[in-house]
């Protein structure tokens, strides 16, 4: 299985970006699916995590900004960023697990530059 995502860039600040994880190779329905993200200097963050049946939770530094889906016949996440602040610059990496805790598969990262 390999996860792509896509989908980052350079926005101002209160601006929005749409992040998308496609996976190929299997279907990964029965997989929960998350956002991290790493900042330059800092360690790997949880952003959100959704489940196989759709439930969502959220990092209290993103909640009301951000909506996290999935489409399981595209076999696509995604992470809709709305009123992104320069905080929120990072790459952003997608995953997708069958027990948490355990990450069974890691996307490649896309960058997310928010300017002030």
């Known amino acids: 299985v390999q996860l792509q995502a896509s989908g980052g860039g350079l926005v101002q600040a209160g601006g929005s970006l749409r992040l998308s994880c496609a996976a190929s190779g299997s279907t990964l329905n029965r997989y929960a699916m998350a956002w991290y993200r790493q900042a330059p200097g800092k360690q790997r963050e949880w952003v959100a995590i959704?489940?196989?049946?759709?439930?969502?939770v959220y990092a209290d530094s993103v909640k009301g900004r951000f909506a996290i889906s999935r489409d399981n016949a595209k076999n696509t996440m995604y992470l809709q960023m709305n009123s992104l602040k320069p905080e929120d610059t990072a790459v952003y990496y997608c995953?997708?697990?069958?027990?948490?805790?355990?990450?069974?598969?890691w996307g490649q990262g896309t960058l997310v530059t928010v300017s002030s």
């Open positions: 959704v489940s196989s049946g759709g439930t969502t």
């Open positions: 995953e997708a697990h069958r027990s948490l805790g355990r990450p069974d598969y």
